[in-house]
Structure formats: structure tokens, C-alpha cells
């Protein structure tokens, strides 16, 4: 679907829809809704692993307008990412209005903005990993990061950062070839700049669990080679709203996030 100028696009992340009661779900999804909106972006944190399907059918169902999406650690929690990547494949390709970006590539969503999007990880390379005794719960309650030793976590981490890495570069590639501008929705910061958390960037110890070095690295390098074309990054993750200018022609907006009181973090008007 190719929109016309002047749409308007709602952002949302770090939702964490699980932990209100139905009543207050519903509410929610009714005050997105009343905004009228032309398509929503969500960058993850929607639910955890038994409620993220139930959760993104519910919503949609209400606001009925395209939701693009990631998804993020928590959606994996008390599961696995492969088990819970597949019931959303299955979830988006039975609906209507719901598209998991990395399944779906380069959305164009007027002739002058793509949108292009992956859940991405941590991958251990900001920060020192090796010194940090950071365990975030992600390592006891996502299957393919449970019960790994130290040094294998890390390159449990790696990989996941490689393979988000890759796919946005390839897909950045694709939509400047026919686009002006480029959206990225992610889950977890690109940039340790832009890793904001209680009002500051974090430290040595929490990076290495926050960032992905590797997506950063990857979109600048594109970005440098496109210096007259433009890059909004969009992530959450770390719950600390900022905005970094990494280069000239990218920019990168972390989203703030509370649990318990889910909200609209800003409406995007792509260039036509």
C-alpha cells in the first residue's frame, strides 16, 4: 500500500499491553482509535510470548487501519523467538491490516518514504560485556538465550546482532533506490547515543544488554554512502525517550515508555 502525502502515521512502542487489565486494553485501543489515524508503526515490547498474538489481534481488529511492527525481547518471554516468530507469520498472513516488517521487506509509504523494519537484539558489543555483571531476564525466560554461559551468550548475542544487521542494510539499499527518505523501526537502539534511560545514556555495564552496535554501524555506512538522502530511525527498549543526530542525514528517536499506562509517542507525516 503507497499512501499520499500528508497521511498520518502513529508511533507507539514499549507498550507491554499484558500487564493492563482487558477493560484497560480496550480502552486503549479505543483512544488510538479516536486519533484517526492512517497506519500505525509499533517498535516491540507488545506483550509477552502467550499474549502477543491475542494482543495484536484484538487491537487491530479495533483501530482497522495497517499496523506495521516489530518485535521486541519481552514479546519473546516464556517462549521462544523462533516459536513466537512463527504464530505471528501465520497471525499477519490471515489478517488484514497486521505486517511484521521482517517478513514483508520495503514498504513504500509514499513516493518519497519507505518504511523498512527488523526486531533486532542486543548484541553485546557497546559497552564491556566482559566486566558487566548485568542478567536481564531476557537470559531466563527466552529459549534461545537460556542457560548459556558467559562467553557463549555473547556470541549468542553476535549472531542475532549480525542477523539484524544484515537484513536492514540489504533492505535500507533497496528502499533508497527508489525513495528520498527511509524510516527504520527497531526494537533495541542502533546507537549507544542514543541508549537513553532515566534521562541519561547508559553506562558500560547496561550497554552491552541495551544496544546493537551492529545495526548502528551498518546504517551509518549506508547513510554516508547516500549523503543526499535521509534516515529516521526509530527504536524503544530502554524506556528513556531521547534523539541523537548520528550523521547529517541520520537521526535516531528512542521512545519513552512507563508500564501500566501505554501511549501514542508521536504522529509521522512522511514526505510525499
Known amino acids: 500500500m503507497r499512501y499520499t502525502a500528508g497521511v498520518r502515521i502513529g508511533w ?9 487489565a482487558p477493560w484497560a486494553q480496550a480502552a486503549f485501543y479505543e483512544q488510538i ?27 487491530a481488529a479495533v483501530v482497522k487501519v495497517p499496523v506495521y511492527f516489530v518485535l521486541g525481547n519481552h514479546d519473546f518471554y516464556g517462549g521462544s523467538m523462533t516459536g513466537v516468530r512463527r504464530e505471528i507469520e501465520s497471525l499477519c498472513a490471515a489478517s488484514e491490516w497486521l505486517r511484521w516488517l521482517p517478513a514483508v521487506g520495503v514498504v513504500s ?27 536481564l531476564n531476557d537470559y531466563r525466560l527466552v529459549e534461545e538465550v537460556t542457560g548459556l554461559l558467559k562467553y557463549q551468550r555473547l556470541a549468542k548475542l553476535n549472531e542475532l546482532g549480525d542477523e539484524a544487521a544484515q537484513y536492514l542494510e540489504v533492505q535500507a539499499r533497496q528502499a533508497l533506490a ?16 542514543a541508549c537513553w534511560h532515566e534521562g541519561r545514556i547508559s553506562d558500560n555495564d547496561y550497554l552491552p544488554h541495551f544496544a546493537c552496535r551492529v545495526v548502528g554501524e551498518r546504517l551509518a555506512a549506508v547513510m554516508r554512502e547516500h549523503p543526499f538522502q535521509g534516515m529516521d530511525v526509530l527504536c524503544g527498549h530502554t524506556h528513556g525517550a531521547g534523539r541523537v543526530q548520528v550523521l547529517d542525514n541520520l537521526s535516531v528517536t528512542t521512545g519513552g515508555a512507563e508500564y501500566g499506562f501505554p501511549k501514542l509517542q508521536s504522529v509521522i507525516q512522511p514526505t510525499g
Request: charged share 25%.
Open 109 to 135: 509509504l509514499t513516493a518519497g518514504t519507505a518504511l523498512i523494519g527488523h526486531d533486532s537484539w542486543a548484541d553485546g558489543r557497546c559497552g564491556d560485556f566482559e566486566r558487566s555483571d548485568v542478567f
Open 12 to 20: 507507539l512502542t514499549d507498550l507491554h499491553l499484558n500487564f493492563l
Open 178 to 193: 527508489k525513495h528520498k527518505n527511509v524510516i527504520v523501526l527497531t526494537h533495541v537502539p542502533p546507537f549507544r547515543e
Open 33 to 59: 482509535r479516536e486519533e484517526r489515524l492512517d497506519a500505525l508503526l509499533i517498535s516491540g515490547d507488545i506483550g509477552d510470548a502467550e499474549s502477543v498474538v491475542s494482543i495484536l489481534s484484538q487491537f
